[in-house]
Nanobody, 123 residues
Framework: QVQLVESGGGLVQAGGSLRLSCAAS????????MGWFRQAPGKERELTAA????????YYADSVKGRFTISRDNTKNTVYLQMNSLKPEDTAVYYC????????????????WGQGTQVTVSS
């Protein structure tokens, strides 16, 4: 069973940066597509970014393109989400997730989930 543990969330002012990390254990990390979903209060959970096992296929939601960067280190079983130029609308719980297969937006296709980390952006 794959276990995912997120870290790096917190409170930041608008325009600031945060780096989220997700450490994986219990599975073959290098074989998984890894993703970051986020869920704001009263809204559905949505895919923010995803990266395939080799890092050559990457998806970004339109709302974060040019500001967020997803990356992975297969030697450390860790995926990262660098978030720059943060906006109040980025405030959400960010969840790390994993699936076998390519990066896709369908939340039902992701098999493994972390507990989430809160990101709060103040104006």
């Amino acid at each position: 069973q794959v276990q995912l543990v997120e870290s790096g969330g917190g409170l930041v002012q608008a325009g600031g940066s945060l780096r989220l990390s997700c450490a994986a254990s219990g599975g073959t990390f290098s074989g998984y597509t890894m993703g970051w979903f986020r869920q704001a209060p009263g809204k559905e959970r949505e895919l923010t970014a995803a990266i395939n096992w080799s890092g050559n296929i990457i998806y970004y939601a339109d709302s974060v393109k040019g500001r967020f960067t997803i990356s992975r280190d297969n030697t450390k079983n860790t995926v990262y989400l660098q978030m720059n130029s943060l906006k109040p609308e980025d405030t959400a719980v960010y969840y790390c997730t994993a699936r076998n297969g390519l990066p896709i937006r369908n939340i039902r296709e992701y098999d493994h989930w972390g507990q989430g980390t809160q990101v709060t952006v103040s104006s």
